[in-house]
């Protein structure tokens, strides 16, 4: 994952153990004492809510503790098409301008141009170098696409 996908984990993390938890816990403890838990909707809601917010807890402790973190300003820049790295493509048939940064699965989201590894443009780009022109597969057709740049951003 990139150096911003790791901070903006983290950050996650300390929301949910910092804030997030002391509000569950607290809710629990409210609806606790409302009394019969068999029948206390509010006690069901509130401990379905402690359970997610501990699950994600533990998935962003695993995620961060496994991942080999990039910084891409940190790479040799060559010129080629590597994890981390914004490219700036050129689509040959319409012309259209692209921008993406290639980043990890959980960090994508193509609203800020952030493309996932494993999504068909990165894989086709992966290992590429500026000027040369790639065919990717999509459900319109393959598009040929040219890179413009690489970024060490």
Known sequence: MTLRGADKLREELRHRKSELRPKIIASVEEARAHGDLKENAEYAAAREQHGFNEGRITEIEAKLSNAQVIDPSRLPQ????????????????????????????????????????????????????????????????????????????
Request: glycine content about 10%.
């Open 78 to 153: 060559n010129g080629k098409v590597v994890f981390g790295v914004t490219v700036e493509l050129s689509d040959s048939d319409s012309g259209e301008e692209l921008r993406y940064q290639i980043v990890g699965e959980d960090e994508a989201d193509i609203k800020q141009n952030l493309i996932s590894i494993n999504s068909p443009i990165a894989r086709a780009l992966i290992g590429k170098s500026e000027g040369d022109e790639v065919g990717v597969a999509t459900p319109r057709g393959t598009r040929e696409l040219e890179i413009v740049a690489v970024h060490y951003l």
